[in-house]
């Protein structure tokens, strides 16, 4: 069991950090992926953003998705063929649902990011990050998203999910993490000492703390490179 979403955080970063991974990109899956994620990023000194997915849901069985649209420049949709041909959806009709789905995308686009655009992930090594995965169809969405956006490699990163889970996610990504894989999966929240559902607030106050981070971080290692840069100097000018 892990203490909270912060210490399951910093044990995947942990784990990551062995990897010695090159360029890395750090994407949470809000909400509940994000403080995980901005102790993932801490680790790694990697820039940390969200991937954000909207379901599309069934006709008359919106639990059941038959598409995702996933924030981008521009969105990806990816489709649940399956669920596509057993409701005989046509294009036109999937236009439309779709299309009922794009204004609460925007919303979350908007709400998490202003105008700012989502960082690229070209060539990067992508970590998608999450506080777990019971079905892992969000997920699944995301890298198949993602792949289409030519990273290096794509990882994705959990505390815990249930080992079929595990397993389906392994084929999808090139690479899977996940600390605890219990046969028995029960609620998500079972596995948290302290597990509260997120505002859209506190997910913005995570980013900006993490965006904070970085940069101080970034300034310090500057003011090393600067004051050893000067301390050579002054040691070559003493010497000639």
Do not use: W
């Not at 940390?48 to 038959?66: C, F, S, T, Y």
């Amino acid at each position: 069991m892990f203490r909270d979403r912060q210490e399951a955080g910093q044990k995947l970063g942990a784990s990551l950090e062995l990897l010695q991974l090159k360029d890395p990109i750090v994407l949470a899956l809000p909400r509940g992926g994000v403080p995980v994620a901005a102790e993932v990023a801490k680790a790694l000194k990697a820039p940390l953003d969200l991937v954000i997915v909207r379901k599309v849901g069934a006709p008359g069985n919106p639990e059941l998705a038959v598409a995702a649209i996933v924030d981008g420049n521009p969105p990806d949709v990816v489709l649940n063929r399956e669920i596509v041909e057993a409701y005989a959806l046509g294009d036109s009709a999937l236009r439309v649902l779709i299309a009922q789905e794009r204004p609460e995308l925007e919303r979350r686009r908007t709400a998490y990011r202003g105008k700012d655009l989502p960082l690229s992930v070209a060539s990067k090594t992508v970590v998608i990050v999450d506080d777990g995965a019971a079905t892992g169809t969000t997920m699944k969405v995301a890298i198949r998203a993602l792949k289409r956006r030519s990273p290096r490699k794509i990882i994705v990163a959990l505390p815990v999910a249930p080992p079929e889970v595990v397993d389906e996610l392994a084929q999808e990504a090139d690479l899977t993490i996940c600390l605890n894989q219990p046969a028995r999966f029960r609620a998500l929240s079972y596995y948290y000492g302290s597990f509260p559902q997120l505002t859209d607030s506190e997910v913005l106050d995570v980013m900006a703390l993490a965006a904070q981070a970085r940069e101080s971080g970034r300034n310090v290692g500057q003011g090393r490179r600067s004051g050893a840069h000067t301390a050579n100097k002054s040691r070559h000018e003493a010497g000639s």
